[in-house]
C-alpha cells in the first residue's frame, strides 16, 4: 500500500486502517444502486482470514449477499500496475 494511501487510511479509519479490501467493497456497496450488482478482482486474503470476519459476516453476507464468486487462481494479477 503507498505511504499517502495508509496515512490516509490511518488518519480516518483509525479502528481498522490495515483493511483497505473492506472500504473498497463497502464503498462499491454504498455506491450502487438498489437491486444492483459490484464486481472486482480481489485477492483471496479476505475470505479466509479473522481479520476480515466482519467484512464476511456483515457485509458479504448481510448486505450484499455474494452471487457468484470466480478464484482464477495465482498469478493472475501478477504483472498488474496501478498508476
Known amino acids: ?7 490516509y487510511l ?3 479509519y483509525p479502528k481498522n ?6 472500504h473498497f467493497i463497502e464503498r462499491a ?6 437491486e444492483g450488482y ?3 478482482f480481489t485477492g483471496r486474503t479476505f475470505m479466509f482470514l479473522k481479520l476480515y ?3 464476511r459476516e456483515v457485509l458479504l453476507k448481510e448486505r ?9 487462481g495465482f498469478g493472475v494479477l501478477d504483472v498488474a500496475v496501478a498508476r
Not at 456497496?29 to 438498489?34: F, G, N, R, T, V
Not at 450484499?64 to 482464477?72: E, G, I, K, N, S
Request: without cysteine; charged residues 25%; neutral net charge.
Open 1 to 7: 500500500m503507498p505511504t499517502k494511501t495508509k496515512e
Open 10 to 12: 490511518r488518519r480516518y
Open 17 to 22: 486502517h490495515l483493511i483497505i479490501t473492506r
Open 29 to 34: 456497496i454504498d455506491l450502487a444502486e438498489d
Open 38 to 40: 459490484i464486481g472486482a
Open 53 to 55: 470476519q466482519w467484512v
Open 64 to 72: 450484499a449477499p455474494l452471487q457468484l464468486v470466480w478464484d482464477l
